[in-house]
């Protein structure tokens, strides 16, 4: 099919990225004790690579599915501002609808802003496939982490550096490319202000609220500066 061999030409970045960013999240879960079913089931109906890795000591330390659930959202409000671009596209798509709006990631949303579709193609059929296969990246690097992770004898410390990395990756990627420097500040400034008054343990969902809050209020000024797309990493 056309339309799924286009899409496939356009994530093949995203697949390696995928892969082994999944990967490193189902190694720490096995690592972790937690079985592959884990890995598989959270990569499926989560897709949320940043709250995934950091769910995994939330989870060993016991907090609350609410608390989770909570932090899931705010880690993912960026969803909220650029998503809605899409709304409508994404209605017109039918029983895909709910689907599409699930695996609106980061890579996904930057292709469907990017990508530019030849004559012949069914435009929904495209944007479809763009969002299954980068699903299908994600789900196949987690299931084969979470099998390292279950039966890789070696010792495996430091692979959680991964989730630091990756981190550092985002936010050095956002300071290079986006002239509005105004989300890392916020982010920054709120985390460093609970982390002294609430420590380690309690800082991160008011935080997290803060930070949005910031970043709602000073929208327009965020927007200004990218172009009219408000970007929060």
Same mark, same amino acid.
């Given at each position: 099919?056309?339309?799924?061999?286009?899409?496939?030409?356009?994530?093949?970045?995203?697949?390696? @990225?995928? &892969? =082994?960013?999944?990967?490193?999240?189902?190694?720490?879960?096995?690592?972790?004790?937690?079985?592959?079913?884990?890995? +598989?089931?959270?990569?499926?109906?989560?897709?949320?690579?940043?709250?995934?890795?950091?769910?995994?000591?939330?989870?060993?330390?016991?907090?609350?599915?609410? @608390?989770?659930?909570?932090?899931? +959202?705010?880690?993912?409000?960026?969803?909220?501002?650029?998503?809605?671009?899409?709304?409508?596209? +994404?209605?017109?798509?039918?029983?895909?609808?709910?689907?599409?709006?699930? %695996?609106?990631?980061?890579?996904?949303?930057?292709?469907?802003?990017?990508?530019?579709?030849?004559?012949? &193609?069914?435009?929904?059929?495209?944007? =479809?496939?763009?969002?299954?296969?980068?699903?299908?990246?994600?789900?196949?690097?987690? %299931? &084969?982490?979470?099998?390292?992770?279950?039966?890789? #004898?070696?010792?495996?410390?430091?692979?959680?550096?991964?989730? @630091?990395?990756? =981190?550092?990756?985002?936010?050095?990627?956002?300071?290079? *490319?986006?002239?509005?420097?105004?989300?890392?500040?916020?982010?920054?400034? #709120?985390?460093?202000?609970?982390?002294?008054? &609430?420590?380690?343990?309690?800082?991160?969902?008011?935080?997290?609220?803060?930070?949005?809050?910031?970043?709602?209020?000073?929208? *327009?000024?965020? @927007?200004?500066?990218?172009?009219?797309?408000?970007?929060?990493?």
């Amino acid at each position: 099919m056309k339309e799924l061999r286009f899409a496939f030409k356009h994530t093949v970045p995203i697949l390696f @990225t995928y &892969l =082994f960013i999944g990967m490193a999240y189902g190694i720490m879960m096995g690592k972790a004790g937690y079985s592959l079913i884990w890995s +598989f089931f959270s990569a499926l109906f989560i897709f949320a690579g940043s709250m995934q890795i950091v769910m995994i000591p939330l989870m060993q330390n016991g907090t609350s599915l609410m @608390t989770l659930a909570i932090m899931t +959202f705010f880690i993912n409000a960026r969803h909220l501002f650029y998503g809605i671009g899409f709304i409508e596209k +994404f209605r017109k798509m039918g029983w895909k609808y709910p689907y599409m709006v699930l %695996t609106l990631t980061d890579e996904t949303y930057s292709v469907l802003c990017s990508i530019k579709y030849e004559d012949e &193609l069914d435009e929904e059929k495209a944007m =479809f496939f763009i969002a299954l296969l980068n699903h299908c990246y994600w789900i196949a690097g987690c %299931t &084969l982490g979470g099998i390292a992770g279950q039966f890789l #004898s070696w010792d495996m410390k430091g692979i959680d550096f991964s989730a @630091t990395a990756f =981190f550092t990756v985002v936010v050095v990627n956002h300071w290079n *490319n986006y002239p509005s420097k105004i989300p890392i500040i916020a982010g920054a400034v #709120s985390s460093v202000l609970f982390y002294i008054l &609430l420590g380690a343990d309690q800082f991160l969902v008011p935080a997290l609220s803060v930070s949005l809050i910031a970043l709602v209020i000073l929208k *327009n000024s965020v @927007t200004t500066k990218t172009g009219g797309a408000l970007h929060v990493n």
